[in-house]
């Protein structure tokens, strides 16, 4: 069996001085970092624990998010990390209402949107059109 043969199996790599680049396609599991560049259209939530800031289509999917990767029962830290929460020690069950009644309302998200636009680079700000 011949690789040559199989173009399917073979990575084309650039040789650049110094350097081999491949040409893969980025993996998403290192993608956390620049999740709030990865915003798709109708995607207007996002997730403001530490520094998730994924973003979701309805605040159901934030809060269901935030739930589970952030409250499940082997992650939940003892209290909240919310942007901009008091990290008081909550049980768990206690967290979860917190969550869903705190941050994780319509309005609660779309105002921690806005006081998060004033600390970044502004590139998410809504044109005035």
Request: charged share 15%.
């Amino acid at each position: 069996l011949s690789l040559q043969s199989t173009p399917a199996m073979s990575i084309p790599t650039v040789q650049v001085p110094g350097q081999q680049i491949n040409l893969q396609p980025p993996s998403y599991t290192a993608a956390s970092q620049h999740a709030e560049q990865m915003k798709k259209p109708g995607q207007n939530f996002m997730c403001l624990w530490q520094s998730c800031k994924k973003w979701f289509q309805t605040p159901s999917q934030v809060f269901y998010h935030a739930a589970t990767e952030h409250g499940g029962k082997d992650v939940y830290p003892g209290q909240c990390l919310w942007e901009g929460c008091e990290p008081f020690q909550r049980q768990r069950f206690s967290f979860i209402t917190h969550l869903q009644d705190k941050h994780c309302s319509r309005d609660a998200l779309l105002a921690g949107l806005k006081q998060d636009e004033h600390g970044q680079a502004g590139n998410q700000k809504p044109s005035n059109k």
